[in-house]
Antibody, heavy 120, light 106 residues
Framework: EVQLVESGGGLVQPGESLRLSCAAS????????MSWVRQAPGKGLEWVANINYGGSEGSYVDSVKGRFTISRDNTKNSLFLQMSSLRAEDTAVYYCARDWDGSGRSLDYWGQGTLVTVSS | DIQMTQSPSSLSASVGDRVTITCRAS??????LAWHQQKPGKAPKLLIYKASSLESGVPSRFSGSGSGTEFTLTITSLQPDDFATYYCHHYGTFSRAFGQGTKVEI
């Protein structure tokens, strides 16, 4: 069974940093790209970042470029999102999602999400 | 960047109704378009991928069509479990983008 479990969310002040983690199990982790998607309270889904199979290349939505870094550890089946210079508008539930593997599917499994609140 | 626009943003329907949701891309995305269903407090669930392929386990009353810049999600005979918010999602080589969502209400 595919499982994605996020952790690391919490309350931080503007300008601070936070690192999210996602533990993956039940599938061949290194055969899938992975993504982070967020959802601000009462709002729609926003794709945040994607990382390729080996972890050498990440892509980001413009609003987080230069502040967020996506990474992965294929030896530990783990995905990470390092967030710095956090702003109030980064407040959201952050989902880890399994992404492209060449089968035509994208974002076919999601974690339960972890809440990040940026407030003073 | 490619922008995805859904319509309508919300709709009211009854059990048994046929429902159609439209998603338009700001430029051609070929068939790299998916549809997700989200219920309150839950993670999204993939329904359709590659514009018209039904994800395993998803009821056949859900279907997707389109290519290029215009896509539709159709639910034939709406069921009580289908009241939710639906999002289209473009997936490209270096980015992804969601539509703003369509809330299907009673």
């Amino acid at each position: 069974e595919v499982q994605l479990v996020e952790s690391g969310g919490g309350l931080v002040q503007p300008g601070e940093s936070l690192r999210l983690s996602c533990a993956a199990s039940g599938f061949n982790f290194r055969s899938h790209q992975m993504s982070w998607v967020r959802q601000a309270p009462g709002k729609g889904l926003e794709w945040v970042a994607n990382i390729n199979y080996g972890g050498s290349e990440g892509s980001y939505v413009d609003s987080v470029k230069g502040r967020f870094t996506i990474s992965r550890d294929n030896t530990k089946n783990s995905l990470f999102l390092q967030m710095s210079s956090l702003r109030a508008e980064d407040t959201a539930v952050y989902y880890c999602a399994r992404d492209w593997d060449g089968s035509g599917r994208s974002l076919d499994y999601w974690g339960q999400g972890t809440l990040v609140t940026v407030s003073s | 960047d490619i922008q995805m626009t859904q319509s309508p943003s919300s709709l009211s329907a009854s059990v048994g109704d046929r429902v159609t949701i439209t998603c338009r891309a700001s430029q051609s995305v070929s068939s790299w378009l998916a549809w997700h269903q989200q219920k309150p407090g839950k993670a999204p669930k993939l329904l359709i991928y590659k514009a018209s392929s039904l994800e395993s386990g998803v009821p056949s009353r859900f279907s997707g069509s389109g290519s290029g810049t215009e896509f539709t999600l159709t639910i034939t005979s709406l069921q009580p479990d289908d009241f939710a918010t639906y999002y289209c999602h473009h997936y490209g080589t270096f980015s992804r983008a969601f539509g703003q969502g369509t809330k299907v209400e009673i």
